[in-house]
């Protein structure tokens, strides 16, 4: 399973990918502008691609980046694996041509062990109603830094903001009830924080499966909140993803989940060949239309057909 690996960006998620890659037992490179403390880095995916050979390319720059970063990619010729970081996008656009052995999207939520204990309890029954919600307090992501100057405080052309951000769960939600019918919502900037970027969403979904489900999405909340409560043919299951517990019929479970063990899953399914459960371009750019819809439902006070 051995296969060298390059990491574009090394920012926060950058860092963590080029970690993980190490422990993993590749050798992996980082292409960077800053001076980093990595070795080996490059300045350019060229270099990179020149003087490394990878298999398996990391894309970890900022999400407004990400078409012209897959764009060099395969105008240089890269015929391996690639993992570019979530959305996909900062808006829906085709992918560009190209010869990518393997072209996934990092909605590491898919490989979380909770996750995982939910699906098998559904055990294929088909949720019915689902009520999830994720949000954080903007100023404490990342210890440190000036949030004020971090992408996701940027507008949303750049690829910030909460909806764009925090859009593990739209992913999720379509892994979980397939093809979405309708949408509405209300969202944008509260006001609460001095940002130019959306920071929170309250959405409603009808799916082609019958599931119905809202979800509130924001850059807001102290403390931290991540769940989702699933209404199946089963009964009812809460999957909390702070505390780590999975509770079905009001029977609660611990579910170990190391904070970094979705993101190894994830590098190791690149790594392994095995990703038909990792989000594909497919599924990255469904995400990226289900945002234009629910931004033109906000938009249009309406419901927005798929």
């Not at 900037?189 to 009808?206: E, K, N, Q, T, Y």
């Not at 170990?256 to 750019?285: F, I």
Request: hydrophobic share 40%.
């Amino acid at each position: 399973m051995y296969v060298r690996s390059v990491v574009i960006g090394y920012g926060s998620i950058g860092q963590r990918h080029t970690r993980l890659l190490d422990e993993l037992g590749t050798s992996a490179a980082v292409v960077s502008r800053r001076a980093i403390d990595h070795r080996p880095a490059f300045k350019t995916i060229a270099e990179a691609l020149v003087a490394h050979q990878p298999g398996l390319v990391v894309v970890a720059t900022e999400t407004g980046t990400h078409h012209a970063t897959l764009t060099a990619l395969a105008e240089l010729g890269f015929h391996g694996k690639v993992l570019v970081e979530k959305p996909l996008f900062a808006h829906a656009c085709p992918l560009p041509a190209n010869a990518f052995s393997d072209l996934r999207v990092a909605y590491n939520l898919r490989c979380h062990p909770l996750v995982g204990a939910l699906r098998a309890r559904l055990d294929g029954s088909r949720p019915r109603l689902i009520q999830a919600a994720v949000g954080q307090y903007l100023p404490d992501w990342r210890a440190g830094r000036d949030w004020r100057q971090g992408y996701s405080a940027q507008p949303n052309a750049q690829g910030g903001g909460a909806l764009r951000d925090l859009s593990h769960e739209l992913d999720l939600l379509l892994w979980l009830c397939g093809p979405w019918r309708r949408v509405a919502a209300l969202g944008g900037r509260s006001g609460l924080l001095p940002i130019a970027s959306d920071d929170h969403w309250s959405i409603l979904m009808a799916f082609e499966s019958g599931a119905e489900v809202s979800l509130q999405l924001d850059y807001l909340s102290r403390p931290g909140r991540r769940f989702l409560a699933v209404e199946y043919d089963g009964g009812s299951a809460i999957a909390d993803f702070m505390a780590d517990t999975l509770s079905v019929n009001g029977t609660v479970e611990r579910i170990d989940a190391p904070r970094d063990e979705s993101y190894r899953r994830q590098l190791h399914a690149m790594l392994s060949g095995e990703t038909g459960h990792l989000c594909d371009e497919s599924g990255g750019l469904d995400v990226m239309h289900l945002i234009a819809a629910i931004e033109r439902a906000t938009h249009e006070m309406t419901w927005i057909g798929a």
